[in-house]
Each structure stands twice: as C-alpha cells, then as structure tokens.
C-alpha cells in the first residue's frame, strides 16, 4: 500500500484556553478527493487552519509528503504544496484577475516560461477568469470571485487543495461548475481535502469523506456508503439517528 499524501494523527487543536479538536486523525491519498463534513462548530475550519500553519499550539502528528509539517510556517507549507482556500474568498478586490493570478504566484520564482503555464492551466479550468482577466476582482459574481479564489491557490501547483466551504452564498448552477472544476483537478493529479456545506453533492463527488462532531471523527468510509448511511444525519441532527451501518467505520467505542 501506498503511504498516505497526507497523514493526520490524534490532532488536538484550539484557540487559546478553548480546545476545539480532540484528537482527530486522519488521511488523504495522493489523488484523492475526501470530503470532511460535520454541523457548524464541528471544527472543519479549524482542522484546515491547523493544516496550513495558521492555528499555534497544536500537538499531534502531520505528515506531508512523507515529512512533518508540525510547527512549520504557513508559508513553507504552501511552499510544501498544501494549499489552503479559506471561508469568504480574501481576494485584492481593487486588482484585477490577472493581478490576483500574478499575486498567487508569490514566492514561487518561476521562469516566464513556467509562469505562463501556471496562467493557461488556470484559465483552461476556469475560462470565465480569462475572458474577464482585465475586470477588478471586487466587481465578479460571488462565483467568479470564488473561482479566483481557487484559482489563486492553483497558481502554486499544489499537492493537496484544501477548501473550506466554496459553495457557500452561491446559486446551484454555479456550484456546480465548480464542483465540476474541483473532480476536474483531482482527475488532473491534485488531492481535495473538501469542506462542504452541500453535504450530498460533496458525497456524490468525493471516494472518502470523514465524519467530524465537536472536534471528534465519528466515523469515516467510502462517501457512498456513508450517503446510505445514518451517520452523517447524526452528525447534523444529534440524538435519534440509527446507529451506523457496519460498512462504515465509526468511531465510536461500543457502549
Ligand atoms: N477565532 C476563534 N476564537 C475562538 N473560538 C473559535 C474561533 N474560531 C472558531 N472558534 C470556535 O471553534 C469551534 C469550531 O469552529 P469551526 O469554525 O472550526 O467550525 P466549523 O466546523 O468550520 O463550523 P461551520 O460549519 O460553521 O463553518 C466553534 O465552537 C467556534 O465557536
Ligand atoms: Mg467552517
């Protein structure tokens, strides 16, 4: 068996004195697209924030690549290709796209040549960044702004992709074009570490999805069993979900 791209062992994390993760481990294959869902305050964010360097103070073990990533920067993280979209597309909205592209390449020292190449692989994803290049970021459609938000994170050629929510504010057509986009790079060689609000869209795209509640993984499986199962209606409901299907693995100690 191939080791994991990314491999996240009894993760503990939190803000100042307020814990919120609670040993969390998990991981992500090479190429692989796995959804992480859970109810709001579960701790999604707060696992992609500890990813990317950005949360002080964790214990427990990441691995990328095979190296350690505890306690490195949050920039030679992304330099390690582990790329991190947050919530709410932080974008230089007075720039224009191409200028927001050219920003996302800070850092990386490419040759023009290899620059270019980073630009038309962004823009064959998302031709409407092309077509709109010359257009300052703060006057796009919530969708365009949140494809220039990946597409940003793209320009560094990452590993692994983490998205925090992507679809959240916009219209379903959209969403789709860019769940689209998202099984497109992971076709491509990229692995997705997907944060999603649109829980059955997430399932239908994803191989493995993991199951987050209060800082815990209750359990973790192929996505489309754990469609089928009452698990992650748990996670959101609470009390008086069925206990999971056997073909998934819970968490849960037995009671
Ligand atoms: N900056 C912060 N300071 C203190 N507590 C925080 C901070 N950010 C989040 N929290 C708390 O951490 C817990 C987990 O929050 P987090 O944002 O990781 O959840 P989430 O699963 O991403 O939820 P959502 O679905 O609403 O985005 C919550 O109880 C939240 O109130
Ligand atoms: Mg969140």
Redesign the pocket.
Known sequence: MTAALLEVRDLHA???R?A?LDGVSLEVPERGLVALV??????????L?ALSGLLRGTTGTIIFGGETLNGAAPAAIVRRGLLHVA?GRRLFRAQSVRDNLALGLWGTRLSKADAAARFDRVYTLFPTLHERQGVRAGILSGGQQQMLAVAQALMHAPRLLML??PSLGLAPAVIDQLLDAVVQLRNDGCAILL?E?MVERALQIADTAYV?QN?RVIGHGAARDLRDSDLVRQAYLGAGAKPPAPSIHSSRSPA
């Open positions: 939190g803000y100042g307020v919120v859970g109810s709001n305050g579960a701790g999604k964010s707060t696992l924030r919530e925090d929510e944060v609000q987050l800082g």
